[in-house]
T-cell receptor, first 116, second 113 residues
Framework: GAVVSQHPSWVICKSGTSVKIECRSL??????MFWYRQFPKQSLMLMAT?????????EQGVEKDKFLINHASLTLSTLTVTSAHPEDSSFYIC????????????FGSGTRLTVV | KQEVTQIPAALSVPEGENLVLNCSFTDSAIYNLQWFRQDPGKGLTSLLLIQSSQREQTSGRLNASLDKSSGRSTLYIAASQPGDSATYLC????????????FGKGTKLTVNP
């Protein structure tokens, strides 16, 4: 089955530093990757959609300069949280799809970011 | 704008019970519908994917149905086990080609031994 690997699973960083999260599709080529944020006891909030080789499309209210997304290949997308602050602490999850979502969506295991 | 609602928000049942989780959506023009489970602090695990042209899908003790015209889907879990305890999320795929998923808020299931 389709597998998406997300790293790191958790990270603690100091306020003002940047953190990069990787999302890889291991056994399929992901034409589209998605980044979500999840607050405690809430559902997923879509942050942005990225297609390989093109700029990410951000959802309303998401700061593109703070959350940098790069989708350099069909198997790798990265989310960089720049100049992180405590309010950026959250659970970030990526997902990947192929052929326009025909085969559904596969999610990574998530990254718990804590900014101190 | 598509909205997805899941009822109930939480459910607690004794082990062995059969149960039904409900999902409703406001726009019937969907591409597909997917059920996921999420364990605390973990990512999402796909359970069942139903294409818009399908009526149901089955995997083991799980059966998901889809009634597009009424905007409803149900996830049936047979002979529930404590290991089934998790949050179950229903997500609808957009037919418009954006590939976006719209999620419900989930049903938190607790199966008591």
């Amino acid at each position: 089955g389709a597998v998406v690997s997300q790293h790191p699973s958790w990270v603690i960083c100091k306020s003002g530093t940047s953190v990069k999260i990787e999302c890889r599709s291991l056994d399929f080529q992901a034409t589209t990757m998605f980044w979500y944020r999840q607050f405690p006891k809430q559902s997923l909030m879509l942050m942005a959609t990225s297609n390989e080789g093109s700029k990410a499309t951000y959802e309303q209210g998401v700061e593109k300069d703070k959350f940098l997304i790069n989708h350099a290949s069909l198997t790798l997308s990265t989310l960089t949280v720049t100049s992180a602050h405590p309010e950026d602490s959250s659970f970030y999850i990526c997902s990947a799809s192929r052929q326009g979502g025909l085969y559904g969506y596969t999610f990574g295991s998530g990254t718990r970011l804590t900014v101190v | 704008k598509q909205e997805v609602t899941q009822i109930p928000a939480a459910l607690s049942v004794p082990e062995g019970e059969n149960l039904v989780l409900n999902c409703s959506f406001t726009d019937s023009a969907i591409y597909n519908l997917q059920w996921f489970r999420q364990d605390p602090g973990k990512g999402l695990t796909s359970l069942l994917l139903i294409q818009s042209s399908q009526r149901e899908q089955t995997s083991g003790r799980l059966n998901a149905s889809l009634d597009k015209s009424s905007g409803r889907s149900t996830l049936y879990i047979a002979a529930s086990q404590p290991g089934d305890s998790a949050t179950y999320l229903c997500a609808v795929g957009d037919q418009g080609g954006s590939e976006k998923l719209v999620f419900g808020k989930g049903t938190k299931l607790t199966v008591n031994p």
